[in-house]
């Protein structure tokens, strides 16, 4: 729905990614994010048709806020 390559280049199989979508107050998809699950950085997060919205630097910087490597081993 979001004309995004996420889906056309098929990066919901890969093992080693995590897709995630930001949305709004009403539920509605602002952005999806791929996060790399290797070294848990932001791959990429692009909204409709691959472009960024008004909502990208506070979506970036609210994943990274919330994001912590932890080590299970």
Known sequence: SMHQCLASNQY???FDSLIMSARNSEGKVIENLEISLKNFSIV???GN???TTPYHNEI???VKSNMELK???
């Open 12 to 14: 919901y199989k890969r």
């Open 49 to 51: 048709c691959n472009k």
């Open 60 to 62: 970036i910087s609210l």
């Open 71 to 73: 080590n299970f081993d």
């Open 44 to 46: 990429q997060c692009r």
